[in-house]
Structures are given as structure tokens and as C-alpha cells.
């Protein structure tokens, strides 16, 4: 049995997936999947599900909710397999972390961001695979309280980090060519992102297009200063300054020192 919250909830059983119904059941089953195996507090369900406005008996509210999706588990499962375990202070979901799609994409991100500075094909291929596991916005449907929200948060910034890592690894193994357009379309999407610009300025250099790297500085440049009052940061200033030189070590990018990490 496998949980997903990379896009709409759904639990995957054999060749079917399973919807999760209603909201409450949904976010308790998020919050057990976002700490699978590990033992998540009765408070922390409680802030989650109610924050300000809980219940007059929380504890029985919880249980009625808890008792649902274990019911909806175990129409999957069979009655005899216990998936969700009581403790003294809360509840776990007792499955290998590999049952959560985010687990899975955590861990092949951190394996394709090691493999990046030594092996960026390999790398190349494992934060692909990573990216394939989403299936759309990180906890979608999910009536969630500040720590879904925030892990939803942190979800989405590594998506983003992986999508980079991707592009660094094709430069690393000069695969730039059809780069262009998609780092265009993520430069627009995150334009505070000075990374995204620097990657774009290389792409287009290699492309045999300085022009068009140096209007890209000058672009996020504007930008920055009419969002934020903000110069480009020195990273950004450098690469303007090895495209105006035209140096040779664009050709060798992305430099190490670069590297976004794992986290």
C-alpha cells in the first residue's frame, strides 16, 4: 500500500487508487504519512484539525475521525491488518517510509544532488525520476493547518531545487540545447529566483546567443530594482562578467562552487 500527497490524496493499493474521504480523514492521514513511522501527538492532530476552535472533546472527535480511516485502511488492507498503531501519546502509520511518495522524492533528490558534482548523467536520471513521482500541487486537497501548509511549502521550494539540479546536470553534460525556452518559462515563474537567471545566461550563451544573456541580466536586473529597490546579487554580477569577457569556463558550467544543495 502506498500514500500519495505529491497532487491530490490517494492511497495506491495493488493496480487501484483510492480516494480519501472527507477533508478531517484526508489531513489526519496527511499528518501520519508526513511523520510515517513515527509517532504523531494527539496535540499536534488537535492544532491541525481545529487550531483555535476545537471542539468541546477533542479526544472524542479525534477517535470518531481516527476510526473512519482506519475502517477505509482496513477495507483495503483486510480486517486483519493493523496499519495504523495507537501509542501512549498518539498515533503512527506503520508503514516503510517508501510508502509515501514525498519520502520517495526526498530521498532520490538527495541522491541525485550528490551524484551531481561527480556524475551528472547519473544525477541527471535520478532527479528525473524524482520529479516524475508528482502528480500535482503538494497536499492539493488537503484542509490543512500550518504544518501541512508548511510542509507543503518546503515540498514545493525542493521541486524547484530538483527542476535546477536537472538543468545544471544537462549543462554539465553539454545537453543545453532546447534548455532555453524551458528556463524562460521558470525565470517568469520565479523571477526572485537569481539562480534560475544565471542558468538561463548560460543556456543562451552556449546557444551562441551573448545578446540575448546579457538582455537576461539586464532583465532580472530591472526587475529586482523596481520590486525590491535590489542589485543582483554578486553571483549574478559575475556571470554578466564572463559573458561580457567571454569566458571560457562558460563552457565548463555549472561551476561547483554553484551547487544547490540536498538538503
Known amino acids: 500500500m502506498q500514500v500519495n500527497i505529491l497532487g491530490t490524496m490517494t492511497i495506491h493499493h495493488r493496480v487501484q487508487d483510492i480516494s480519501v474521504q472527507p ?33 468541546t ?47 520517495r522524492f526526498d530521498g532520490l533528490a538527495s541522491r541525485g544532488a550528490a551524484l551531481l558534482s561527480t556524475e551528472p ?50 549543462l554539465a553534460i553539454d545537453s543545453h540545447h532546447g534548455l532555453v525556452s524551458e528556463l524562460k518559462q521558470l525565470v517568469a515563474e520565479h523571477p526572485s529566483d537569481e539562480r534560475l537567471s544565471e542558468l538561463l545566461m548560460v543556456a543562451l550563451y552556449r546557444s551562441g546567443r551573448q545578446s540575448d544573456a546579457l538582455a537576461a541580466f539586464h532583465a532580472v536586473r530591472s526587475w529586482l530594482a523596481s520590486e525590491f529597490g535590489l542589485e543582483p546579487g554578486p553571483r549574478l554580477r559575475q556571470m554578466q562578467q564572463a559573458i561580457l569577457n567571454q569566458d571560457n569556463d562558460l563552457e565548463r558550467m555549472p561551476d561547483p562552487r554553484y551547487a544547490i544543495a540536498g538538503g
Not at 494527539?42 to 484539525?49: A, G, H, K, S, Y
Open 23 to 55: 477533508n478531517r480523514v484526508r489531513t489526519i492521514l496527511a499528518l501520519l504519512a508526513l511523520s510515517c513511522g513515527k509517532v504523531v501527538s494527539t496535540e499536534q492532530f488537535v492544532d491541525e484539525l481545529w487550531a483555535e476552535r476545537p471542539p
Open 57 to 103: 472533546n477533542t479526544r472524542n472527535a479525534l477517535q470518531a475521525s481516527m476510526t473512519r480511516l482506519r475502517r477505509l485502511l482496513q477495507s483495503i488492507t483486510g480486517p486483519n491488518v493493523e496499519v495504523i498503531r495507537t501509542s501512549t501519546n498518539g498515533y503512527l502509520l506503520d508503514l516503510p517510509p517508501e510508502s509515501v511518495d514525498s519520502k
Open 121 to 170: 548523467a547519473r544525477a541527471y536520471e535520478v532527479l528525473e525520476s524524482a520529479l516524475r513521482i508528482w502528480r500535482g500541487t503538494a497536499l492539493l486537497d488537503v484542509n490543512s493547518g500550518a504544518l501541512c501548509r508548511s510542509e507543503a511549502v518546503r515540498l514545493t521550494e525542493r521541486r524547484l531545487d530538483v527542476r535546477k539540479q536537472i538543468v545544471e546536470a544537462r
